[in-house]
């Protein structure tokens, strides 16, 4: 049986992020051949490109439904203020 992998624009951000994480654990195994690895290593890397673009765009997106409700900028979390 042969398992077609979705293009990673296909996937959701979290399916991405879970898929990147199995491929992070099977290298760093280091259970796999070099030909498998590479392979691998180009797909998680299409992976994290992809998902660093939805990033990109849902926080664009949040940019302009902040200026809409008339909130300038963005300010990052603080976690040690909480």
Request: glycine share 4%; net charge negative.
């Amino acid at each position: 049986m042969i398992i077609v992998a979705k293009k990673p624009e296909n996937l959701s951000f979290e399916d991405s992020l879970s898929e990147l994480e199995k491929i992070v654990t099977d290298l760093e195994h280091g259970d796999i051949a070099l030909d498998d690895a590479l392979k691998q290593f180009e797909r998680g890397i299409k992976l994290v490109r992809n998902s660093q673009s939805k990033l990109e765009n849902a926080q664009q997106k949040v940019a302009v439904l902040m200026q809409e409700e008339g909130v300038d900028t963005l300010k990052p979390y603080d976690i040690e203020g909480e």
